[in-house]
T-cell receptor
Framework: GNSVTQMEGPVTLSEEAFLTINCTYTATGYPSLFWYVQYPGEGLQLLLKATKADDKGSNKGFEATYRKETTSFHLEKGSVQVSDSAVYFC??????????FGAGTRLTVKP | EAQVTQNPRYLITVTGKKLTVTCSQNMNHEYMSWYRQDPGLGLRQIYYSMNVEVTDKGDVPEGYKVSRKEKRNFPLILESPSPNQTSLYFCATKREEGPYEQYFGPGTRLTVT
Protein backbone atom coordinates (compact mmCIF):
# COMPACT_ATOMS: atom_id res chain seq x y z
CA GLY A 1 0.00 0.00 0.00
CA ASN A 2 0.90 3.66 -0.11
CA SER A 3 3.05 4.92 2.74
CA VAL A 4 5.38 7.69 3.85
CA THR A 5 8.50 7.43 5.99
CA GLN A 6 10.09 10.54 7.40
CA MET A 7 13.08 11.03 9.63
CA GLU A 8 12.45 10.76 13.30
CA GLY A 9 12.85 13.76 15.48
CA PRO A 10 13.11 15.74 17.42
CA VAL A 11 15.44 18.03 15.51
CA THR A 12 17.05 20.92 17.35
CA LEU A 13 18.90 23.61 15.45
CA SER A 14 20.34 27.03 16.12
CA GLU A 15 18.90 30.03 14.34
CA GLU A 16 20.24 30.46 10.78
CA ALA A 17 21.26 26.79 10.52
CA PHE A 18 20.45 24.69 7.45
CA LEU A 19 17.48 22.34 7.74
CA THR A 20 16.85 19.03 6.04
CA ILE A 21 14.02 16.70 6.96
CA ASN A 22 14.08 13.49 4.97
CA CYS A 23 10.95 11.94 3.49
CA THR A 24 10.63 8.85 1.32
CA TYR A 25 7.50 7.26 -0.01
CA THR A 26 6.04 4.10 -1.45
CA ALA A 27 3.14 4.45 -3.81
CA THR A 28 1.34 2.82 -6.68
CA GLY A 29 0.35 5.16 -9.43
CA TYR A 30 1.41 8.79 -9.55
CA PRO A 31 1.18 10.45 -6.16
CA SER A 32 1.07 14.12 -5.34
CA LEU A 33 3.41 14.98 -2.48
CA PHE A 34 2.93 17.49 0.32
CA TRP A 35 4.58 18.99 3.33
CA TYR A 36 2.30 20.20 6.11
CA VAL A 37 3.31 22.22 9.16
CA GLN A 38 1.64 22.21 12.55
CA TYR A 39 2.40 25.10 14.89
CA PRO A 40 1.76 24.60 18.61
CA GLY A 41 -1.96 24.37 19.39
CA GLU A 42 -3.03 24.62 15.76
CA GLY A 43 -4.19 22.39 12.94
CA LEU A 44 -2.14 21.36 9.95
CA GLN A 45 -1.39 23.93 7.27
CA LEU A 46 -0.18 23.14 3.80
CA LEU A 47 3.41 24.31 3.47
CA LEU A 48 4.20 23.21 -0.08
CA LYS A 49 3.32 20.62 -2.68
CA ALA A 50 4.53 18.94 -5.87
CA THR A 51 2.43 17.00 -8.33
CA LYS A 52 4.90 15.30 -10.67
CA ALA A 53 8.48 14.15 -10.93
CA ASP A 54 11.12 16.91 -10.76
CA ASP A 55 8.61 19.49 -9.59
CA LYS A 56 9.94 21.75 -6.84
CA GLY A 57 7.51 23.04 -4.26
CA SER A 58 8.48 26.16 -2.33
CA ASN A 59 7.02 28.48 0.27
CA LYS A 60 8.31 30.72 3.08
CA GLY A 61 11.92 29.79 2.25
CA PHE A 62 11.22 26.05 2.39
CA GLU A 63 11.77 23.84 -0.65
CA ALA A 64 11.25 20.22 -1.60
CA THR A 65 11.85 18.44 -4.91
CA TYR A 66 9.83 15.47 -6.09
CA ARG A 67 12.45 12.79 -6.90
CA LYS A 68 10.85 9.82 -8.55
CA GLU A 69 14.12 7.92 -8.99
CA THR A 70 14.78 7.93 -5.25
CA THR A 71 11.09 8.14 -4.21
CA SER A 72 11.94 11.09 -2.00
CA PHE A 73 10.61 14.54 -1.13
CA HIS A 74 13.08 16.01 1.36
CA LEU A 75 12.25 19.34 2.99
CA GLU A 76 15.01 21.98 3.11
CA LYS A 77 15.47 25.51 4.32
CA GLY A 78 18.69 27.44 4.11
CA SER A 79 18.38 29.49 7.28
CA VAL A 80 15.83 28.57 9.95
CA GLN A 81 14.25 31.01 12.37
CA VAL A 82 12.83 30.54 15.84
CA SER A 83 9.37 30.99 14.31
CA ASP A 84 9.91 27.82 12.23
CA SER A 85 9.65 25.71 15.36
CA ALA A 86 6.78 23.32 14.65
CA VAL A 87 5.96 19.74 13.68
CA TYR A 88 6.40 18.94 9.99
CA PHE A 89 4.49 16.18 8.20
CA CYS A 90 5.26 14.67 4.83
CA UNK A 91 2.20 13.29 3.00
CA UNK A 92 1.13 11.76 -0.27
CA UNK A 93 -2.14 11.40 -2.12
CA UNK A 94 -2.89 9.14 -5.05
CA UNK A 95 -6.65 9.04 -4.88
CA UNK A 96 -9.14 11.63 -3.73
CA UNK A 97 -10.35 9.28 -1.04
CA UNK A 98 -7.22 9.22 1.09
CA UNK A 99 -3.97 10.85 2.09
CA UNK A 100 -1.06 9.12 3.84
CA PHE A 101 1.04 10.92 6.41
CA GLY A 102 4.44 10.36 7.89
CA ALA A 103 4.86 10.24 11.66
CA GLY A 104 5.87 13.89 11.86
CA THR A 105 9.17 15.56 12.78
CA ARG A 106 9.32 18.08 15.59
CA LEU A 107 11.70 20.96 14.90
CA THR A 108 12.93 23.28 17.63
CA VAL A 109 14.99 26.30 16.65
CA LYS A 110 16.97 28.01 19.41
CA PRO A 111 18.05 31.65 19.32
CA GLU B 1 -12.89 33.21 4.73
CA ALA B 2 -12.62 29.57 3.75
CA GLN B 3 -12.40 27.45 6.85
CA VAL B 4 -13.08 24.21 8.64
CA THR B 5 -14.45 24.55 12.16
CA GLN B 6 -14.61 21.99 14.94
CA ASN B 7 -16.32 21.99 18.29
CA PRO B 8 -15.45 21.59 21.03
CA ARG B 9 -11.74 22.36 20.92
CA TYR B 10 -11.12 20.61 24.23
CA LEU B 11 -13.14 17.90 25.93
CA ILE B 12 -12.59 15.82 29.03
CA THR B 13 -15.07 13.03 29.57
CA VAL B 14 -15.49 9.70 31.30
CA THR B 15 -15.54 6.19 29.90
CA GLY B 16 -18.84 5.25 28.31
CA LYS B 17 -20.41 8.69 28.06
CA LYS B 18 -21.51 9.30 24.47
CA LEU B 19 -20.09 12.37 22.79
CA THR B 20 -20.17 14.12 19.44
CA VAL B 21 -17.51 16.32 17.89
CA THR B 22 -18.92 18.59 15.21
CA CYS B 23 -17.19 19.62 11.99
CA SER B 24 -18.36 22.17 9.48
CA GLN B 25 -16.81 23.55 6.29
CA ASN B 26 -17.76 26.50 4.13
CA MET B 27 -15.76 25.56 1.03
CA ASN B 28 -18.57 23.59 -0.64
CA HIS B 29 -16.33 20.52 -0.90
CA GLU B 30 -17.85 17.10 -1.38
CA TYR B 31 -15.09 15.25 0.47
CA MET B 32 -14.66 15.33 4.25
CA SER B 33 -12.70 13.14 6.62
CA TRP B 34 -11.67 12.58 10.23
CA TYR B 35 -8.19 11.83 11.53
CA ARG B 36 -6.67 11.16 14.88
CA GLN B 37 -3.14 12.24 15.73
CA ASP B 38 -1.05 10.31 18.23
CA PRO B 39 2.64 10.78 19.07
CA GLY B 40 4.91 8.78 16.80
CA LEU B 41 2.02 7.63 14.61
CA GLY B 42 1.27 10.76 12.60
CA LEU B 43 -2.29 11.16 11.39
CA ARG B 44 -4.47 8.14 10.86
CA GLN B 45 -7.75 8.31 9.03
CA ILE B 46 -10.86 7.27 10.94
CA TYR B 47 -13.65 7.78 8.41
CA TYR B 48 -14.16 9.67 5.21
CA SER B 49 -17.09 10.79 3.10
CA MET B 50 -16.91 11.24 -0.65
CA ASN B 51 -20.26 13.04 -0.71
CA VAL B 52 -23.55 13.39 1.15
CA GLU B 53 -24.93 10.09 2.45
CA VAL B 54 -21.76 8.22 1.42
CA THR B 55 -19.24 7.37 4.12
CA ASP B 56 -16.53 4.74 4.41
CA LYS B 57 -14.05 3.42 6.92
CA GLY B 58 -10.50 4.63 7.08
CA ASP B 59 -7.63 2.89 8.80
CA VAL B 60 -8.84 3.07 12.41
CA PRO B 61 -12.69 3.17 12.45
CA GLU B 62 -13.31 0.96 15.51
CA GLY B 63 -15.24 2.75 18.24
CA TYR B 64 -16.34 5.64 16.01
CA LYS B 65 -19.39 6.54 13.95
CA VAL B 66 -20.03 9.31 11.47
CA SER B 67 -22.96 10.70 9.56
CA ARG B 68 -23.16 12.93 6.50
CA LYS B 69 -26.61 14.35 6.08
CA GLU B 70 -25.54 17.72 4.73
CA LYS B 71 -22.62 18.73 2.56
CA ARG B 72 -21.12 21.13 5.06
CA ASN B 73 -21.31 19.00 8.23
CA PHE B 74 -19.58 15.78 9.20
CA PRO B 75 -19.90 14.96 12.92
CA LEU B 76 -17.79 12.33 14.64
CA ILE B 77 -19.63 10.23 17.23
CA LEU B 78 -18.13 8.17 20.03
CA GLU B 79 -20.96 6.03 21.36
CA SER B 80 -18.99 4.63 24.31
CA PRO B 81 -15.62 6.35 24.61
CA SER B 82 -12.69 4.50 26.11
CA PRO B 83 -9.32 5.76 27.37
CA ASN B 84 -7.55 4.54 24.22
CA GLN B 85 -9.55 7.12 22.29
CA THR B 86 -7.75 9.90 24.11
CA SER B 87 -6.20 11.75 21.21
CA LEU B 88 -6.11 14.88 19.08
CA TYR B 89 -8.77 14.79 16.37
CA PHE B 90 -8.81 16.68 13.09
CA CYS B 91 -11.54 17.15 10.56
CA ALA B 92 -10.48 17.87 6.98
CA THR B 93 -11.93 18.62 3.60
CA LYS B 94 -10.47 18.26 0.15
CA ARG B 95 -10.89 19.74 -3.30
CA GLU B 96 -12.56 17.74 -6.03
CA GLU B 97 -9.68 18.30 -8.47
CA GLY B 98 -6.12 17.13 -8.02
CA PRO B 99 -3.63 17.38 -6.41
CA TYR B 100 -6.11 16.73 -3.59
CA GLU B 101 -4.56 18.87 -0.90
CA GLN B 102 -6.49 18.86 2.33
CA TYR B 103 -7.67 21.69 4.54
CA PHE B 104 -7.76 20.98 8.24
CA GLY B 105 -9.77 22.18 11.17
CA PRO B 106 -8.04 23.45 14.33
CA GLY B 107 -8.32 20.14 16.16
CA THR B 108 -10.20 18.75 19.15
CA ARG B 109 -8.21 17.45 22.07
CA LEU B 110 -10.16 14.67 23.74
CA THR B 111 -9.32 13.07 27.07
CA VAL B 112 -11.26 10.02 28.23
CA THR B 113 -10.73 9.07 31.88
Amino acid sequence: GNSVTQMEGPVTLSEEAFLTINCTYTATGYPSLFWYVQYPGEGLQLLLKATKADDKGSNKGFEATYRKETTSFHLEKGSVQVSDSAVYFCALSVHRRDMRFGAGTRLTVKP
Amino acid sequence: EAQVTQNPRYLITVTGKKLTVTCSQNMNHEYMSWYRQDPGLGLRQIYYSMNVEVTDKGDVPEGYKVSRKEKRNFPLILESPSPNQTSLYFCATKREEGPYEQYFGPGTRLTVT
